[in-house]
């Protein structure tokens, strides 16, 4: 089993930065992919970004060139920095492991910008 503990989330300012931190525990196989999705009021879960474990990241379009995603493999933690927020990021963050076929996800931890 895996557990995934969230921290980092707040209310900030548009134009302002939030640094979310991933920490995993647990049966944690090195083969994995970590990343974050989120949720916004009345819409479905979407994802941020995901970073493999040699490094590899991929991002959704809308948050390209102003979040980074980055792991510590010793530390089994990856680290969202958003930067440029817009009240359109608002939302909750959950954070996710897979190493197929497990699926872990976090509960969850609220990011609000005000315009």
């Known amino acids: 089993q895996v557990q995934l503990v969230e921290s980092g989330g707040g209310l900030v300012q548009a134009g302002g930065s939030l640094r979310l931190s991933c920490a995993a525990s647990?049966?944690?196989?090195?083969?994995?992919?970590m990343g974050w999705y989120r949720q916004a009021p009345g819409k479905q879960r979407e994802l941020v970004a995901t970073i493999s474990s040699e490094g590899s990241t991929n991002y959704a379009g809308s948050v390209k060139g102003r979040f980074t995603l980055s792991r510590d493999n010793a530390k089994n933690t990856v680290y969202l920095q958003m930067n440029s927020l817009k009240p359109e990021d608002t939302a909750v963050y959950y954070c996710?492991?897979?190493?197929?076929?497990?699926?872990?996800w976090g509960q969850g931890t609220q990011v609000t910008v005000s315009s």
């Open positions: 647990g049966m944690i196989f090195s083969n994995n992919v």
């Open positions: 996710n492991l897979k190493h197929w076929p497990q699926d872990y």
